[in-house]
């Protein structure tokens, strides 16, 4: 399952993609997290020194060997340089698993042992000040989607990505590439105004939307929240001691998180599990091609020098068998 956090910087899309990765890996599942958001705490977040957060390598900077594997024998897709981070997978692409050694995992993936369980850990790599809005941002987050396009998950099995709700998820097609989003919220106005603008792109994409309360103090937070997101609010997270502890250095044991916030956890859960029912892997393909053609149009095809639309497995779904038509 593709899971997403979004929301406001501060609003705890860290603490709680952290949390749930935890609790999903405390279960025994198998998970691979993802640092997306523009501020790379995520590692910290699941224990990592400093030291060890800041030796771990980017997907940006590998981009070139994720497009070359990604690409593998696909005859529509002519060398990696071509490649941009919309370009859909075909006949003949490599596709990623959540179990197993691939070469993007040992280059961009390290394991990291919790005190229950263990996860493999992918960032995009910090955002220099000066890449906000350039090609270089859009290329780090790029190599998150192209993942996510190429990526054969199951149930049970759960990439987990911390990430901006900005506008760049939106330009591309990354916001689209999950089977559930949390939306974290505090109970704020800017908290929800966040939710409304993410609802507003999301509406005509079937993106699959739940707002998560955090930091929810008291019953007034609560009937805050529940008049301005109303039936989008699926879970609230309460001000947590234990958040406290950690940011303080501690290091808590899972087990002793606040009994309701555990709760919440496994609500999270049951909403990701609930997510496979909606799957529709001819609607995710589709999208990935319409995403294509936009951004080959708006400034692939200029970049690159071809026509990228040319890149597009006409039927192509993900995860579906493909026939091996001749010439093909
Ligand atoms: N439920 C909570 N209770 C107490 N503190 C929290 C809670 N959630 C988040 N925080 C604190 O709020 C701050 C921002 O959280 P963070 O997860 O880093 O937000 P984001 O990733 O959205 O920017 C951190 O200091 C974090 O420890
Ligand atoms: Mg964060």
Redesign the pocket.
């Given at each position: 399952m593709k899971i997403a956090f979004v929301g406001k910087?501060g609003s705890g899309?860290?603490t709680l993609s952290a949390l749930f990765i935890r609790h999903l890996a405390a279960a025994g599942c198998p998970v691979v997290a993802v640092d997306a958001?523009i501020?790379q705490?995520l590692g910290p977040a699941l224990g990592l020194t400093d030291a060890q957060a800041a030796a771990l390598p980017s997907l940006g900077a590998h981009l070139p060997e994720i497009k070359e594997y990604l690409r593998g024998a696909n005859p529509l897709i002519r060398s990696a340089e071509e490649m941009i981070k919309t370009t859909p997978p075909g006949p003949g692409s490599r596709l990623l698993r959540i179990v197993e050694e691939n070469p993007v995992y040992a280059a961009c993936a390290r394991p990291i042992a919790l005190d229950e369980g263990s996860v493999r850990l992918m960032a995009t790599g910090a955002f220099a000040e000066e890449d906000l809005g350039v090609a270089c941002y859009h290329s780090k987050v790029g190599a998150v989607e192209l993942l996510l396009n190429h990526l054969l998950d199951g149930p049970d099995e759960y990439l987990v990505t911390?990430m901006t709700a900005g506008s760049d998820s939106f330009a591309s097609g990354l916001f689209t590439r999950f089977d559930l989003t949390f939306l974290v919220a505090e109970p704020t106005r800017k908290g929800v105004s966040v939710y409304r603008q993410y609802k507003e792109y999301a509406q005509d994409f079937d993106v699959h939307l739940r707002v998560i309360g955090n930091k929810v103090q008291s019953a007034d937070d609560l009937d805050f929240l529940r008049r301005e997101v109303g039936d989008d609010l699926y879970a609230s997270f309460g001000h947590s001691d234990w958040v406290r502890r950690l940011e303080r250095g501690d290091e808590p044991p899972l087990r002793e998180l606040e009994p309701a916030n555990r709760e919440v956890l496994g609500r999270l859960r049951t909403a990701a599990d609930a997510a496979h029912q909606l799957r529709d892997p001819g609607r995710y393909s589709a999208q990935a091609v319409r995403f294509h053609l936009r951004n080959a149009e708006s400034w692939g095809n200029a970049k690159i020098g071809a026509d990228l639309a040319t890149q597009v497995a006409p039927d192509y779904v993900l995860g579906i068998e493909q026939p091996r038509t001749a010439g093909v």
């Open positions: 910087g899309k860290t958001d501020n705490h911390d």
